[in-house]
């Protein structure tokens, strides 16, 4: 199973991906893109927002746990500790 990740270290928050595909992308707090849903991975918006990404900062990787509900925030600054998830690689 797949999920959308965005790579914060290199997105501009250029607005591509949001302008393209909504239903997939927002804007954080901090101006970045961030994903907002996982679903409909095969929707031709999400493939035409990947390939707009001036820094190729968006990616389709593939999902450590089914039953994880976290998103992206677990794979570089995890903040919900008490999940239990396996892609939060707790110790
Ligand atoms: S298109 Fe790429 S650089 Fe622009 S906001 Fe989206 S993820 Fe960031």
Known sequence: MKKIKVNEEACIGC???VAINP???AFNDE????????DNLDQKELQN???S???SAISLVEAESEECECNEECE???SCED????CCHHE
Request: net charge negative; proline share 7%; with cysteine.
């Open 83 to 86: 999940c239990g998830c396996e």
């Open 53 to 55: 990404c001036p820094t």
């Open 76 to 78: 570089e600054e995890c």
């Open 49 to 51: 927002a990947i390939d």
């Open 23 to 25: 239903d997939h992308f």
């Open 31 to 38: 101006g970045l893109s961030h994903p907002i849903s996982q």
């Open 15 to 17: 607005g591509a991906c």
